[in-house]
């Protein structure tokens, strides 16, 4: 039987509404908000039969464990994780150019969330993320996101080094990022079926990791700090991919 989650804030709660209706079991709200945006998002759960709880805001503050609720929480069934079993059905899925975004030991769930909501606006065939030393999908996580951890694939594997392989197999080329590579990332080809590689910040990639990774690329830095938080540094990434693709 599949694990309850809490989903709440109006973004987080309108994506599941629209993508993934069928795993709603309840839905909660401030029975002090009256306001157009909430209303309507309960409008829409109603219309697929789930009739909102109106309930003090002492209860969304405990269902949403102290997060930003925004007035609504939705306790709904948890969406099945992918493994690198799933790998070949995402290629095959995206047309020729799949865009994967791999994230190696970012245990932030902040920095989890922040990097799900940009690949989700960057078009990204899924996220992979290692099973161990690894931010795993919270309530934290899906706030931040703002929707997009019920919209973006998340591929969760034992051995990344492993799935590396297996997508380089399927004619994926692996870009590691690391603040010593000669290429920058406005230099490569990034048009093709490509997968990014974001290290933690500090420690950067795991050595197999980057041992794994076809070529290295940087985004040069002109100041003073010698590396990026590394949901902004996979936002330039991406979008430098994104603008390449012409999409």
């Not at 209706?21 to 306001?35: H, K, N, T, Y």
């Not at 079993?85 to 994230?103: A, C, Q, R, T, Y």
């Amino acid at each position: 039987m599949s694990k309850k989650v809490a989903v709440f804030g109006l973004h987080a709660v309108r994506a599941l509404v629209e993508r993934h209706p069928e795993r709603i079991i309840e839905v909660f709200a401030l029975r002090e908000r009256q306001d157009k945006a909430l209303q309507s998002l309960l409008q829409q759960t109603q219309k697929m039969g789930t009739r909102p709880q109106f309930v003090p805001k002492n209860t969304l503050d405990k269902k949403a464990e102290g997060g930003n609720h925004q007035g609504v929480v939705v306790i709904a069934q948890e969406a099945a994780l992918l493994t690198d079993n799933d790998l070949p059905d995402l290629v095959e899925k995206s047309s020729g150019s799949p865009l994967f975004l791999i994230l190696d030991g970012i245990t932030d769930p902040h920095n989890l969330g922040a990097c799900l909501r940009t690949a989700d606006a960057a078009g990204v065939t899924a996220v992979i993320v290692p099973k161990d030393k690894s931010a795993s999908l919270n309530p934290t996580v899906r706030k931040v996101a703002s929707g997009a951890a019920e919209t973006v694939p998340l591929v969760q594997v034992t051995n990344l080094a492993r799935a590396l392989k297996q997508l380089q197999d399927l004619q994926v080329w692996i870009m590691g990022t690391a603040g010593e590579a000669q290429q920058s990332v406005y230099s490569v080809d990034l048009k093709g079926p490509v997968a990014l590689v974001m290290g933690a910040e500090g420690d950067g990639m795991r050595r197999l990791t980057r041992e794994t990774c076809d070529e290295l690329i940087k985004i040069p830095l002109q100041g003073s700090v010698s590396s990026l938080n590394v949901s902004v540094a996979t936002g330039v990434c991406l979008f430098e991919a994104v603008r390449q693709r012409g999409l």
